[in-house]
């Protein structure tokens, strides 16, 4: 698999043995889950020194490491809590939705608007559409580079940048643990994305194409997973539908709580290991 990291040496350096990376995986609505996953990691005391994100993990990811708090970023999707104060329909001639609604309001949330700016050194995780290649962004503009990280292919345009469009990062790697796994001493990956159950797809050509992504991001996952030290795996949203942003305070709770399961395990065998 071909990759490019875009500007990370410039930001970050090499390998950091102390430093604690985070990958935040795609998943839509249950990526809301990540919030909780963030709120955790508060509690137990831990600071990334790094993240990344694909699709929804890439909006967590850039307004965590802008300096939000996941509280903040609670109130933000608290105040637009509706699929249709994000996206607007378009003439389907390279997706059925535009994203331009949720650009303003992701910009009008960061404090800050280029990746070099980041309080925390964060990776936006897209799909070169043209080359067929992973990419990372560690600097430049964070609006356009998170829409086109979030862009599902059909579903919503593809995203333009510098002349090259670009599409959701799950098509190639929808858990980004690639990205940051040379530049970080331990590595965390929050995967919101376990597959539906069968018989669970609708007949509209939205939902379709979905779970046709859904299913090749499943078969990309596990490469990422076995470079991570820790896995939060977070089961219990697998009815949560891909837009549905009711199930906010749901996904916060479930990430709390399966990243706090994982992170007393790993705490209680240090413990024991002293």
Same mark, same amino acid.
């Given at each position: 698999?071909?990759?490019?990291?875009?500007?990370? =040496?410039?930001?970050?350096?090499?390998?950091?043995?102390?430093?604690?990376?985070?990958?935040?995986?795609?998943?839509?609505?249950?990526?809301?889950?990540?919030?909780?996953?963030?709120?955790?990691?508060?509690?137990?005391?831990?600071?990334?020194? &790094?993240?990344?994100?694909?699709?929804?993990?890439?909006?967590?990811?850039?307004?965590?490491?802008?300096? =939000?708090?996941?509280?903040?970023?609670?109130?933000?999707?608290?105040?637009?809590?509706?699929?249709?104060?994000?996206?607007?329909?378009?003439?389907?001639? #390279?997706?059925? !939705?535009?994203?331009?609604?949720? @650009?303003? =309001?992701?910009?009008?949330?960061?404090?800050?608007?280029?990746? #070099?700016?980041?309080? &925390?050194?964060?990776?936006?995780?897209?799909?070169?559409?043209?080359?067929?290649?992973?990419?990372?962004?560690?600097?430049? #503009?964070?609006?356009?580079?998170?829409?086109?990280?979030?862009?599902?292919?059909?579903?919503? *345009?593809?995203?333009?940048?510098?002349? %090259?469009?670009?599409?959701?990062?799950? %098509?190639?790697? $929808?858990?980004?643990?690639?990205?940051?796994? *040379?530049?970080? @001493?331990?590595?965390?990956?929050?995967?919101?994305?376990?597959?539906?159950?069968?018989?669970?797809?609708?007949?509209?050509?939205?939902?379709?194409?979905?779970?046709?992504?859904?299913? !090749? !991001?499943?078969? $990309?996952?596990?490469?990422?997973?076995?470079?991570?030290?820790?896995?939060?795996?977070?089961? $219990?949203?697998?009815?949560?539908?891909?837009?549905?942003?009711?199930?906010?305070?749901?996904?916060?709770?479930?990430?709390?709580?399966?990243?706090?399961?994982?992170?007393?395990?790993?705490? *209680?065998?240090? !413990?024991? *290991?002293?």
């Amino acid at each position: 698999m071909v990759w490019k990291i875009d500007g990370i =040496l410039e930001r970050f350096g090499f390998l950091k043995d102390n430093t604690v990376g985070l990958a935040l995986s795609g998943g839509g609505a249950k990526g809301f889950s990540h919030i909780g996953v963030l709120k955790a990691f508060e509690q137990f005391g831990i600071q990334p020194g &790094i993240i990344s994100g694909v699709s929804a993990g890439s909006i967590a990811a850039a307004l965590y490491g802008s300096g =939000l708090t996941p509280d903040d970023i609670i109130q933000c999707f608290t105040e637009a809590d509706r699929f249709g104060d994000f996206t607007e329909w378009s003439l389907p001639k #390279e997706g059925f !939705m535009r994203l331009d609604r949720f @650009g303003k =309001l992701l910009d009008s949330w960061l404090p800050v608007k280029r990746l #070099e700016d980041m309080r &925390i050194p964060t990776v936006i995780c897209a799909t070169d559409l043209d080359k067929g290649t992973s990419v990372g962004w560690c600097k430049g #503009e964070i609006v356009p580079r998170v829409l086109a990280s979030c862009s599902i292919p059909i579903i919503f *345009n593809p995203v333009r940048i510098n002349g %090259v469009s670009y599409v959701d990062g799950g %098509v190639l790697r $929808n858990l980004p643990a690639w990205a940051i796994r *040379n530049y970080c @001493g331990v590595l965390y990956g929050s995967n919101c994305s376990p597959i539906r159950k069968k018989g669970e797809t609708r007949n509209s050509i939205i939902d379709i194409a979905y779970r046709s992504f859904h299913l !090749m !991001m499943k078969s $990309n996952t596990p490469q990422d997973l076995r470079l991570c030290d820790h896995v939060i795996e977070i089961q $219990n949203l697998s009815n949560v539908r891909t837009f549905d942003l009711s199930s906010l305070r749901k996904g916060v709770t479930v990430g709390y709580d399966a990243a706090c399961r994982v992170l007393e395990q790993i705490q *209680n065998k240090q !413990m024991h *290991n002293k």
